[in-house]
């Protein structure tokens, strides 16, 4: 069965810093793509980071651009978001997606093949 899991979520004041981890099971990760999404409540899913198979590329929203670093350990099975500088907007469900081929459509959800069930995370003091 192939599976993807979030974890790493939770709550952190402003300014604070996360690390969200994404695992696979049931499949070979590194041949995947992985899109980092989030879903805020009210609000469209947001696509904010993407990695290639290999790691070689690397995307990310304007939104966390110099905040948060998108990473991968393909003899883990792991993909990482590194969330530095949290702010209050940046609270959301935190989801990942994997696809063999997704490229320049990163941002789209409807290009992954898989997705995780997502972890939360509440920036707060």
């Known amino acids: 069965q192939l599976q993807l899991v979030e974890s790493g979520g939770g709550l952190v004041q402003p300014g604070g810093s996360l690390r969200l981890s994404c695992a696979a099971s049931g499949f070979t990760l590194g041949y995947y793509a992985i899109g980092w999404f989030r879903q805020a409540p009210g609000k469209e899913r947001e696509g904010i980071s993407y990695?290639?198979?290999?790691?070689?590329?690397?995307n990310y929203a304007d939104s966390v651009k110099g905040r948060f670093t998108i990473s991968r350990d393909n003899a883990k099975n792991t993909v990482y978001l590194q969330m530095n500088s949290l702010k209050p907007e940046d609270t959301a469900v935190y989801y990942c997606a994997a696809d063999l081929t997704v490229q320049a459509m990163w941002r789209m959800g409807g290009f992954y093949a898989y997705w995780g069930q997502g972890t939360q995370v509440t920036v707060s003091s």
């Open positions: 990695i290639s198979s290999s790691g070689g590329s690397t």
